[in-house]
Structures are given as C-alpha cells and as structure tokens.
C-alpha cells in the first residue's frame, strides 16, 4: 500500500500539534508501509519528502490563494509513479492547508482520500484576522474536502461530534476517532545524574529557578489557546509560584499585544515571571516541563491537544479547561483536574462568564500546587496514562485500519 500524506508542517518547519502529529505517525507508518510526504515550507532532503514553495506567480497574493497554489502542485505530484514503479493507493491530508490538494488528488487520479481533523475552520472565526478574506476561501477547501472523503479521522470524540454539527450533511458512519499520539521514548524525564544536571542548567539559563514551583504553559498565541485568561489567573496564584510562558507564533499584531500588556501587568505585580517567545528544542522543552509542577492548557478551543500528551509523559499533571478532546486527555483527579466552562454557541467558544472561568482556573492551578505529594503522584498517574492510551504504535495501527476501509 502507498500513501501519500500532504500536509503544511513537516520536520523541521513545525509550529503547531498538526505538524508533531503527522511527523510522529508518518514515522511509525513507514515502518510497515510506502508513505510519501508533501509538504509545505521549499525542497527538503529526507527520502520520501517533497517540499513545496508557493508559485512564483501567486507570491503577491492573499495567504490562502498562495496555499491553493500549492494544493494544486501536490495534487499532481500524487499521480506520478515513482522511481519504484509504485502508484498511490489512497491520499491522506492534514489541516484546511492541504485538504484542497488532496480532495483534487484523489478525484483527479480516482483514488479515495482521508482528512484527518485537526480543528475546524467554523470553530476559528478569529482566523478572519489572520487571513482576511482567505478565510472564506480556507472554510470552503474544507467544507469541500470533508464533504467529499472518503473517511474522516477526528482526534478526539469531541472533535467527532463537532465535525457532524459543522458539516450534517456527512455520513456518521464514515467519521473515525484515531487519537493524537506522543513518542514515548522522545518525551521521557531524563534519569542519569548527567542529563539531570543538564536539565538543571538549562532551566538556570532561561530564567526559571528549579527551587520554586512552577505552572508552565507552552503554545502558540492564538485565540484558542486562552492565553489571556491564564494570565489573569496567574495574577492570583500564591506568590511564590513561577509563571513559565512557551508561547511565541501569534496570529496577528494584535493579539501579540494583548498578551505582551497582559504580561507586563503581571510581572508588574510579582516575580517569577519568565517568557520564552522562541521554540524549545524538544530536550530544552523537556527541561522546562520536568522542573515545572504543573501543566497548564487554558483552551477555549482544543480538538485533543498534543502539548497534553507531552507534558503528561514527562511526568508532569495537567489542569485544562472542559472542552472538546481534553476531558480525554486528563483523567480529573487523577492525572490532573478539569475546569468547567460554559462557552458561547456562536463559534468562539468564548466563555459565558469569563471572570468565572478565570477564578475556576487558579483555583485548580492553586490546589495543585499547594499539595505536592498528592501532585507527583498525579505526574506518575499522567506518565503511565499516556503509555496505556496514546502510544504511536497503536495510533498508526488504527489509521491503517481506517486506509484499508476506504480501499474496500
């Protein structure tokens, strides 16, 4: 069987769970069958990847117009045999970016092809402000792509749910839920008195002090992520708790400058505050996460959130708001706690009562961190749910059943 695989993020130009994602699960597919990979971000190296840079001719143009450009070079690059002899059997797209690539691959060249959901355009009206117009353009690749595969992966049941409130007209029965995954071996608390003390320094250089407990938030500024919320609850956690921000990536100006105001308020009013705008390497993340207390994901919108998975098998409990795929991730009291929200039903899942929410957040984030015995052993509890449920082995096994379905 081969498979092509398009998607925008592709090692090492990855920004988001999208691109760990389809890195993590091409990794374990090839292992069992043919994968190409089309992506996005100019010519790579890696056998089995073609990379692809926007067409000269659209370079002025509005950002989704320059995707469609793209889409268009991987739908033909699809059909062609390989140096092998081999022809795809099926294509399989990740993200609104390559869902027009790979809906016209598979009516082009008669194959079937599956999407995988990552989030949904409908759910992120906030994108209009990134894109502009491209919205619109970027909501109907989608519509179109879900509406015409011939399977539909969502990575959480929730994720499933709103795929068939967003789009009724597609058959429940071709809607899959395959988890998100996390590399078991990749996210582990280092044990060697080494690579501790290691850890140890690279936590001193960027500013946090390991002596102190610490609520780490990593993720890019966006208005799903809920960035903003966090850090007004941080503002009424105990003072002795650090504030570790991973987040760098906004979307546009202006929420980069909400949350550089909201920043500078709160280092106004205590210490410890500590903003990491570049990307970790993944051992320097590790770093952070295993010297943190706790993880947290202040979602208002989250399909299952990888950034989960990572912390959890470091070791590390999470608090996360109560929507979407997260009630799947975190066993409440038991890997960590759930905060309770009630969203606006107008696609921006923006809470109803956003003080609420706040104050509910630092609660949580406050009794985790002011029991730490019963918190390690929630970090435990996290690291051997992760194994149990989200190992890539069986991820892939999954997707491979959902392949075969489409080719019967």
Request: hydrophobic share 45%.
């Amino acid at each position: 069987m081969r498979v092509d695989l398009l998607t925008r993020e592709y090692p090492p130009h990855v920004y988001g769970g999208a691109g760990v994602h389809v890195a993590g699960l091409t990794r374990v597919l090839e292992r069992t069958i043919d994968v190409r990979v089309h992506c996005f971000d100019g010519p790579r190296q890696d056998p089995g990847v073609t990379g692809y840079t926007v067409p000269t001719e659209l370079a002025g143009a509005n950002a989704a117009l320059q995707t469609f450009g793209i889409d268009l070079e991987m739908a033909d690059a699809v059909g062609q045999v390989g140096p092998d002899g081999v022809a795809s059997d099926l294509v399989h797209s990740h993200t609104w970016y390559a869902n027009l690539g790979g809906h016209l691959a598979g009516l082009l060249h008669g194959i079937p092809h599956v999407v995988s959901a990552h989030s949904l355009e409908p759910l992120r009206p906030w994108k209009a402000e990134q894109l502009g117009g491209g919205y619109a353009l970027s909501s109907w690749a989608e519509k179109t792509a879900y509406e015409g595969a011939a399977a539909v992966i969502a990575v959480s049941g929730g994720m499933r749910e709103d795929i068939l409130r967003a789009y009724p007209s597609i058959d429940p029965g071709l809607v899959k839920v395959v988890h998100n995954g996390i590399d078991l071996e990749r996210w582990q608390r280092p044990t060697s008195p080494e690579a501790v003390a290691a850890a140890e320094a690279t936590v001193r250089r960027l500013g946090i002090d390991p002596s102190r407990p610490a609520v780490v938030f990593v993720g890019r500024i966006t208005r799903q992520k809920g960035l903003p919320y966090f850090l007004r609850a941080a503002e009424l956690l105990p003072p002795d708790v650090q504030v570790v921000l991973c987040a760098g990536a906004p979307d546009t100006p202006q929420i980069m400058t909400e949350v550089t105001g909201l920043v500078d308020l709160l280092r106004a009013r205590r210490s410890g505050v500590v903003w990491i705008e570049q990307m970790l390497p993944r051992d320097e993340l590790i770093a952070v996460l295993m010297h943190g207390t706790v993880f947290a994901c202040p979602s208002i919108y989250e399909p299952l959130g990888i950034v989960n998975l990572e912390a959890m098998a470091v070791g590390l409990p999470v608090v996360g708001t109560a929507t979407g795929g997260i009630p799947e991730v975190i066993d409440d009291g038991v890997t960590g706690r759930l905060v309770p929200i009630e969203q606006l039903q107008d696609g921006t899942g923006t809470p109803v009562d956003p003080d609420r929410f706040v104050h509910d957040l630092a609660d949580a984030l406050t009794d985790v961190v002011e029991h730490p015995e019963r918190t390690a052993q929630w970090g435990v509890a996290s690291r051997r749910r992760v194994e149990d449920h989200f190992a890539w082995e069986a991820i892939a096994e999954r997707t491979i059943e959902v392949y075969r379905a489409a080719l019967a």
